[in-house]
C-alpha cells in the first residue's frame, strides 16, 4: 500500500515540475481565404534560432493552443503555420495574451513524389497510389490492356476476369479518373489496346466519394488506367476480322474515346471460336452490391441437369454463335455532374454434347448411372443501365436506373439407362431497379445521407421432358406424352435508410436507421400431358401457391478511425425482422419475428510505408428464403424432385481473419499471406434419396454445423536480370461438414490444396515466353463410410510469341491437363 502511495506521488510530483516549466499559451485560429476553418493544420513555435521549441495540431474548428516555455522571452520567438495545400505563413509573438489567427493562401503544391528507377522497369509510388509504366512490361503481340495487367507484379488476374493486387480483389477500375464500367472492368481491359495506356495505377485505401474522404474508413483497392495525351485527342477505333477452317470467324469492331469530359468504350463483336463474349460482362463485385442493397434477386430453380463444366479452357469445349452490341458513355459536364449509359446486347447458340457416368457410393449400397445429352443453348440478353452522379466536397448525389431482359431456351436430347427423352427449359427474365442515394457535408461538417432503393423482378420457367420420361414414378406406369414444370417467384424489394455522421478530429460516428420490405409469390406446378392431350398434375403435391413477406426495421452505430497509420471501424447494427409465408393448399400459415445484432470488426494498421496488417471479425444471422420453405414438390431438373418439410432456415454465421501485406517497391518485390475461420450453425440439414432412376430431396429439421479453415499466400517478384514476371499462389482449405443420404447421416471432412506458378520473360524485345502451372489436389473422408475419395489436376500452359515486324507475329501454344482419381477403402 505505502508504495502505491508513493508511486502516486512521486507522478504528481513530476506532472506539476512539467506544468511548471510552461507557464503562458498562445492561442490562435488558422482558416483560408473564404473564412473556412483549415483543420489538421501543423502549427510550430520556433525560437529565435529557428528551433521547434513547441508545437500543435488545429483541431476541426481550426483552433491550437502552444504552450510557451517559462524562459523563453516572448519577443522572440515566431509561430509558423504548414497545412498541405496552402502557402506556409510565418507570424511573430507580439503578446501572448493576445490571439494570432492566420488566414492561409491555398497554392498548388504536390506531394513529394519517390521515383524508383533501375534499368528496367520503372515504378512511382506516390503517397497511396503505385504507378506502372505500361511500356516497361508491354510486349509488341500485348493487343489490349488487360494482357499487359496480367504481366504486372503484384497483380493477379483469375480466369474469369477478376484482378487482385496482392491477394485482395479490386473495386473497380477507372479510365482516366472516371468510373465508367463500375465494376464491369472486364469490358475496359479487354478492349482498351495497351498503347493508349501511359499508367496502370493501383490506388488503395480507394475512397470515391469525396465527402467522405478522410471521415470513414475505406479499405478498398482500385485501379486507374492514365491514358496517353495524344490517345485523348481523337476518336480511336480497331477493327479485327479473323477467318478460319471450318467456316470460322472472329470480328471485333469497336470505337474508343477518352477526352476529359468525354469517354466512351463501344464494340460490336462476333465470332464461333469459342470465346464466350458474356465473360467481358461479368460483374467482379456482385456480393459487395447485394450486400450494399441487402437482398439478392431469387435462383433460378430449374435446369436441364446438364453436366458440370470440365476443368479446361472454355475456348477447348465451347461451341457457339455469338454476337454482342456493348455500349458505354460517360459525359463530364460542369460542376462535376456526370452523365453515364451503358447498354448491351448478347445473342449466342451454344452447342454441348457429353456423356458422363455417375457412380454414387453409399453406406450399403452403390448407385450408377449413365447419362448422354446433346444440348443446345439459345440466349438473347439485354442490359441497360443509366446513371446521374454529381460528386462534389460538400455534396454527392447517385441514381442508377437499371433494366435486365433475359429469353433464354434450352434444347436437350437426353439418353439415360432406362429412356430416351427431349427437354426444353424456357427461362425468361425480367428485372427493374433504382437506387438512389445523396450525400451532404453541413455547415458543422457533419453528415447527412438519405438512401433508397426499389427493385421488381419476375422469372418465368418452364421445363418440359418426354415423352413418357419415368412413368413408373409420375403417371403410374402409364405411358404418356410430356412433364411439364412451371416455376415463377415474382418479387418486390425496397430498402430505404436516413444517416447521419458526425465527425471529428480522431474518428468519425455514424447513426443509420431504416426499413426494408421483401414481397414474394412462388408459384409452381408439376404437370402431366397425356396422350391425348389432356393435362393434369402429377399429384396434389406437386403445386405451390406461397406468398412470402420479410420487413425489417434496423438502426446501427458505426465508428471510424480514418487514419493514416491505423484505419478501423466498429459497425453494430440491430434488426427487428418479421417474416410472413402461407399457402393455402397445405393449409401453412406462419410467422417468425426475430430480434438479430450482427457486429462487424475491422481493422487495418500500417506497419511501414508499404506493409500491413488487417484483421476482420463478424457475426451475421442469416435466415433462409422463399426457396428454402416451399412444402410441394418441384422437379427441379429430370433426376431430382425437391421438397421441404422443416421450418424456416436459420443459420448463425461467423468469420474471423486476418493478414499480412508486404511490398518493396525499389527491388518489385509483393508478397502476402491471409487465415480465415468461417463457423456456420444452422437448424435444418437438406436430405437426399438417391435411386438409379430419381434423386428425391427434402430439408429436414435437424441442427448441424459447417467449419471452414482456410490459408491463401501470393508471391510476386521481377526480376531485373532476367527480365521476367515470377509469381506464385498457394491455398489450403479444411471443412467438416455433415449431410444426410438415404436416411443415414454422413460426417464429411474435405481438404483442398491449390498450388500455381507463373513466369513471364521478355527473352528479347522481340520474343517473349511465358508459362502457367496450377495443381489442385481434393480429398474428402467420411467416418461412416470408412472410405476416402481423392482427385488431383494438373493443368500447364506455355506459349512463346515471337514479333519479328510490326505488323507480323508469330505464337506457339501448347496445353497440358493431367487428371489422377482414387477411391481408397479400408
Not at 427461362?427 to 453528415?447: P, Q
Request: proline share 3%.
Amino acid at each position: 500500500m505505502m508504495q502505491l502511495v508513493r508511486a502516486a506521488g512521486f507522478t504528481l510530483l513530476c506532472v506539476l515540475f512539467a506544468a511548471l516549466g510552461y507557464a503562458q499559451t498562445v492561442r490562435g485560429t488558422v482558416k483560408d481565404s473564404t473564412g473556412k476553418a483549415v483543420p489538421y493544420a501543423t502549427v510550430s513555435l520556433k525560437s529565435a534560432g529557428n528551433a521547434i521549441v513547441a508545437y500543435a495540431i488545429t483541431d476541426n474548428k481550426g483552433n491550437f493552443a502552444l504552450q510557451v516555455p517559462a524562459n523563453a522571452a516572448a519577443n522572440s520567438l515566431t509561430v509558423e503555420v504548414r497545412s498541405i495545400g496552402y502557402k506556409t505563413a510565418v507570424k511573430g509573438i507580439s503578446s501572448v495574451d493576445a490571439p494570432l489567427d492566420f488566414i492561409l493562401v491555398t497554392a498548388s503544391n504536390k506531394l513529394q513524389e519517390v521515383v524508383v528507377k533501375s534499368s528496367r522497369p520503372i515504378l512511382r509510388t506516390h503517397g497511396d497510389t503505385l504507378s506502372y509504366k505500361v511500356s516497361e512490361f508491354a510486349s509488341p503481340h500485348d493487343r489490349t490492356i488487360g494482357e499487359v495487367i496480367k504481366k504486372l507484379p503484384g497483380i493477379t488476374v483469375a480466369a474469369n476476369g477478376t484482378i487482385s493486387y496482392n491477394n485482395k480483389p479490386i473495386s473497380a477500375v477507372y479510365i482516366g479518373g472516371d468510373n465508367l464500367l463500375d465494376d464491369k472492368y472486364s469490358i475496359a481491359t479487354n478492349s482498351i489496346p495497351q498503347g493508349a495506356v501511359n499508367q496502370v495505377q493501383v490506388i488503395q485505401n480507394d475512397q470515391p466519394i469525396k465527402a467522405l474522404q478522410n471521415k470513414v474508413m475505406s479499405d478498398d483497392v482500385a485501379l486507374n488506367l492514365e491514358i496517353k495525351k495524344g490517345a485523348k485527342l481523337h476518336l480511336m477505333g480497331e477493327e479485327s476480322i479473323g477467318a478460319g477452317l471450318p467456316g470460322n470467324y472472329d470480328v471485333d469492331l469497336n470505337a474508343l474515346m477518352f477526352k476529359d469530359n468525354y469517354k466512351a468504350v463501344n464494340y460490336l463483336a462476333g465470332n464461333n471460336t469459342g470465346y464466350d463474349v458474356q465473360q467481358d460482362l461479368v460483374s467482379h463485385n456482385l456480393t459487395d452490391y447485394n450486400q450494399r442493397i441487402d437482398n439478392a434477386l431469387p435462383a433460378t430453380v430449374l435446369s436441364l441437369g446438364a453436366v458440370n463444366s470440365p476443368a479446361l479452357a472454355e475456348n477447348r469445349y465451347l461451341f457457339d454463335k455469338a454476337a454482342v452490341l456493348n455500349v458505354n458513355n460517360l459525359i463530364n459536364l460542369k460542376n462535376n455532374v456526370q452523365l453515364r449509359v451503358n447498354a448491351y446486347y448478347v445473342h449466342d447458340t451454344q452447342q454441348q454434347d457429353y456423356s458422363q457416368q455417375t457412380t454414387v457410393f453409399l453406406p450399403g449400397d452403390t448407385v450408377k448411372y449413365k447419362e448422354i445429352q446433346h444440348n443446345r443453348s439459345v440466349p438473347g440478353i439485354f442490359h441497360g443501365q443509366f446513371t446521374l452522379n454529381i460528386n462534389r466536397p460538400q455534396y454527392y448525389l447517385n441514381d442508377a436506373l437499371l433494366m435486365d431482359q433475359k429469353n433464354i431456351t434450352n434444347y436437350s436430347g437426353l439418353k439415360t439407362d432406362s429412356a430416351a427423352v427431349n427437354q426444353v427449359f424456357k427461362d425468361n427474365t425480367l428485372n427493374f431497379s433504382n437506387e438512389f442515394n445523396l450525400i451532404r457535408a453541413l455547415k458543422s461538417d457533419n453528415i447527412i445521407q438519405a438512401y433508397s432503393y426499389v427493385s421488381h423482378s419476375a422469372e418465368p420457367e418452364n421445363l418440359a421432358i418426354g415423352p413418357g420420361y419415368n412413368a413408373s414414378i409420375f403417371n403410374n406406369n402409364i405411358p404418356y406424352g410430356q412433364l411439364v414444370q412451371n416455376v415463377n417467384i415474382p418479387s418486390w424489394y425496397t430498402n430505404n435508410y436516413f444517416a447521419f455522421k458526425i465527425p471529428s478530429g480522431l474518428f468519425t460516428q455514424s447513426y443509420r436507421t431504416g426499413f426494408s420490405v421483401q414481397s414474394q409469390e412462388l408459384t409452381s406446378g408439376l404437370n402431366l400431358v397425356q396422350n391425348n392431350n389432356s393435362v393434369n398434375l402429377v399429384s396434389d403435391s406437386a403445386l405451390n401457391h406461397l406468398n412470402w413477406t420479410k420487413k425489417k426495421l434496423y438502426a446501427e452505430a458505426a465508428y471510424d478511425l480514418p487514419g493514416k497509420v491505423l484505419q478501423a471501424n466498429l459497425t453494430l447494427p440491430l434488426t427487428l425482422q418479421q417474416i410472413n409465408y402461407s399457402d393455402s393448399s397445405y393449409a401453412l400459415n406462419k410467422n417468425l419475428t426475430r430480434l438479430y445484432f450482427n457486429p462487424q470488426f475491422r481493422m487495418k494498421y500500417q506497419v511501414s510505408a508499404e506493409n500491413y496488417l488487417n484483421f476482420t471479425y463478424s457475426y451475421r444471422n442469416q435466415i433462409g428464403t422463399i426457396g428454402n420453405v416451399y412444402p410441394g414438390y418441384v422437379l427441379t431438373d429430370y433426376r431430382t424432385l425437391y421438397a421441404n418439410n422443416a421450418s424456416l432456415a436459420q443459420q448463425q454465421n461467423q468469420q474471423a481473419g486476418g493478414g499480412f501485406s508486404y511490398r518493396k517497391a525499389l527491388t518489385l518485390f509483393f508478397w502476402s499471406i491471409n487465415a480465415l475461420y468461417i463457423r456456420t450453425a444452422a437448424n435444418n440439414i437438406a436430405s437426399s434419396r438417391i435411386t438409379n432412376n430419381i434423386q428425391e430431396g427434402i430439408v429436414l429439421p435437424y441442427p448441424n454445423s459447417t467449419g471452414s479453415w482456410i490459408l491463401k499466400g501470393t508471391i510476386s517478384k521481377y526480376s531485373f536480370a532476367l527480365r521476367t514476371t515470377f509469381s506464385g499462389a498457394i491455398s489450403w482449405q479444411n471443412t467438416s461438414s455433415v449431410q444426410i443420404q438415404n436416411n443415414v447421416l454422413l460426417p464429411f471432412n474435405t481438404t483442398t490444396e491449390t498450388f500455381n506458378v507463373n513466369a513471364d520473360t521478355k527473352v528479347t524485345d522481340d520474343i517473349n515466353f511465358s508459362y502457367k502451372a496450377t495443381l489442385t489436389q481434393t480429398a474428402s473422408h467420411s467416418a461412416v463410410e470408412a472410405s476416402a475419395f481423392q482427385i488431383g489436376q494438373l493443368q500447364q500452359q506455355a506459349s512463346v510469341n515471337y514479333d519479328p515486324a510490326d505488323n507480323v507475329q508469330f505464337q506457339l501454344s501448347g496445353e497440358h491437363y493431367f487428371t489422377n482419381s482414387a477411391l481408397l477403402i479400408s
